[in-house]
Structure formats: structure tokens, C-alpha cells
Antibody
Framework: VHLVESGGGLVQPGRSLRLSCTTSGFPFDDHALNWVRQAPGKGLEWVGFIRSKANGGTTDYAASVRGRFTISRDDSTNIAHLQMDSLKTEDTAVYFC?????????????WGQGTLVTVSS | DIVMTQSPDSLAVSLGERATINCKSSQSVLYSSNNKNYLCWYQQKPGQPPKLLIYWASTRASGVPDRFSGSGSGTDFTLTISSLQAEDVAVYYCQQYYSTPQRTFGQGTKVELK
């Protein structure tokens, strides 16, 4: 099982950035995919997730990003995306994608290495 | 939102000694219909993603050494490392998944060597 995040970098406040989570080694289309972030030197914060298409493919988000972030998935390429708009300095963090192989998306037993997003002018 | 509060924020333990980390939730994470506590624990080392240690409050994840154990129910939980090894120096987080999809983490507990 592999999850690899990409797309991080330095971006100005108010701008947008799109992260990708490229996966392999598991039936991506059968599973929900989550995003979790960690500000420098801080704890973990769940950002949002996308259900499998079989479960509607719908999304849910933390209140801190709702309306600004959008998660999507492409089951043909086994990639999930996190579109981040109207970025704020407080969005600076390492962003991880993660999933629960049990299928219930409860406790995350697989994580990517993360990609750093820095929001600064 | 369910707030998770860990204690202590940090602790220093000698090699071979016991480490105990507490996690308290602002409301019960025990689901009465299946009698399961929707609580897990992670270990995170510097520069690495979190690693799942314990789920359902007391079930060890695959490959996790048996010196790690989880206990508790309802709102109060404990992660115990029975005999601390050097490789256990890390930050430990509890996380509730009772209010899935809205998951919340504790603030973390840093375990260091004394």
C-alpha cells in the first residue's frame, strides 16, 4: 500500500493550491480517503474526506475549511485531490492523506508522508 | 464537536519503566448498540506520519508490540507502554471516531527518555 501526496509549496494568502494523493496497492474505488493536516510543531487536525462512489462519493469537511476546500477523486487513476481556495496563513501545515483499510474510515492505518503547504506573503 | 484532552502534555520515563498517557473526551464515545468505544491511538515520530497503534480503545493494530496497551471506556482512556524502549520516544495522539466523519484528535503527549 502506498499513498503519496504532492502539490505542496509556497502560496500567497487568498490564492489557491491543489494537492494530490496518488495511491496504489489497495482497491482505491472501494474506500473513503481522508485528509489530515499538521501545522508546524502542532497537533493533528482532520480536514475532510470523500466517500467511495458506492457510498455516494460525498464529502465532509472540518468547520475550519468548509466552503474553501474541496475534495475530489478519480477512480480511473486512483488519485484523490484536495483543492484549497482562499488560503489563509493558518492553513500552513503538512497535509497527509490517509485511509482505513477496514472500509469504515474510522482509524487510519495507512498514511502518506505528507506535503508541506506554506501560506505567506 | 467532541473535544479530546490528553494528559500530561509531556512525560519523561526511564528505559524499561512504564509510561501512562490519559485521554478524556468531552462526551462518551461508547456506542451502545455494539458496546464499542470509538477511540484510537497513534504514535508519531519526527518527520514521519502517524502510525496507528490501538483501535476500538484496546485492540492493537497489526505489528504493534504487546508492550503497548489501551484501556478505558466512555470518556476516559489510557495508553500504557509497559516497558519503555528507546524507539518509543515519540508524540502520542488519541482520536475519536464516534462522530465520524467529524474526527477529532487530542493535542498530543510527548514521551521522552529520562
Amino acid at each position: 500500500v502506498h499513498l503519496v501526496e504532492s502539490g505542496g509549496g509556497l502560496v500567497q494568502p487568498g490564492r489557491s493550491l491543489r494537492l494530490s494523493c496518488t495511491t496504489s496497492g489497495f482497491p482505491f474505488d472501494d474506500h473513503a480517503l481522508n485528509w489530515v493536516r499538521q501545522a508546524p510543531g502542532k497537533g493533528l487536525e482532520w480536514v475532510g474526506f470523500i466517500r467511495s462512489k458506492a457510498n455516494g462519493g460525498t464529502t465532509d469537511y472540518a468547520a475550519s475549511v468548509r466552503g474553501r476546500f474541496t475534495i475530489s477523486r478519480d477512480d480511473s487513476t486512483n488519485i484523490a485531490h484536495l483543492q484549497m481556495d482562499s488560503l489563509k496563513t493558518e492553513d500552513t501545515a503538512v497535509y497527509f492523506c490517509a485511509y482505513d483499510s477496514s472500509g469504515y474510515s474510522y482509524a487510519f492505518n495507512y498514511w502518506g508522508q505528507g506535503t508541506l503547504v506554506t501560506v505567506s506573503s | 464537536d467532541i473535544v479530546m484532552t490528553q494528559s500530561p502534555d509531556s512525560l519523561a520515563v526511564s528505559l524499561g519503566e512504564r509510561a501512562t498517557i490519559n485521554c478524556k473526551s468531552s462526551q462518551s464515545v461508547l456506542y451502545s448498540s455494539n458496546n464499542k468505544n470509538y477511540l484510537c491511538w497513534y504514535q508519531q515520530k519526527p518527520g514521519q506520519p502517524p502510525k496507528l497503534l490501538i483501535y476500538w480503545a484496546s485492540t492493537r493494530a497489526s505489528g504493534v508490540p504487546d508492550r503497548f496497551s489501551g484501556s478505558g471506556s466512555g470518556t476516559d482512556f489510557t495508553l500504557t507502554i509497559s516497558s519503555l524502549q528507546a524507539e518509543d520516544v515519540a508524540v502520542y495522539y488519541c482520536q475519536q471516531y464516534y462522530s465520524t466523519p467529524q474526527r477529532t484528535f487530542g493535542q498530543g503527549t510527548k514521551v521522552e527518555l529520562k
